[in-house]
């Protein structure tokens, strides 16, 4: 029997608007995989804390703010720290061009931009799950 994708959706910090967050969540939702939806304004510490107790295969991240370059180098180290090795990290929002390759060279697997297809998104992450995690079971 199948496991379905688990993923963690989480507004980081101080960003007040969540309607992509949520049209991604509901995205991943009908497309059968388990959504976990933090809320706004959550911290690196508050997001990684609840990737572990929830067990999620992904870690999503939406930010608009421009706290993208903080942001993801703390959950980075968080998710290092707490051995998160095999959890993959997405984000999206307003991701300048240029910081996008920076990002992923640090260990974001792929940055989704405004006006990208809710299939993308799924797409890329059930190849992920396909290729790195379908050997585990519920």
Do not use: C
């Not at 304004?41 to 706290?67: C, F, K």
């Not at 792929?110 to 059930?126: A, H, M, R, S």
């Amino acid at each position: 029997m199948e496991r379905k994708i688990r993923v963690l959706i989480a507004k980081a910090g101080l960003d007040g608007h969540d309607r992509g967050a949520k049209v991604v969540a509901a995205a991943l939702r009908d497309a059968g995989m388990e959504v976990i939806y933090t809320g706004l304004r959550q911290t690196p510490e508050m997001i990684v804390s609840a990737a572990i107790q929830e067990d999620v295969d992904v870690i999503g991240i939406s930010i608009l703010s421009g706290a993208h370059m903080t942001i993801f180098p703390k959950i980075i180290k968080l998710m290092k720290e707490k051995g998160l090795d095999d959890v993959l990290l997405i984000g999206g929002g307003i991701i300048p061009d240029e910081d996008i390759p920076k990002l992923k060279e640090m260990g974001v697997a792929e940055i989704f931009t405004p006006g990208t297809l809710t299939t993308e998104i799924v797409n890329f992450i059930k190849e992920w799950f396909e290729k790195n995690k379908k050997q585990k079971v519920a």
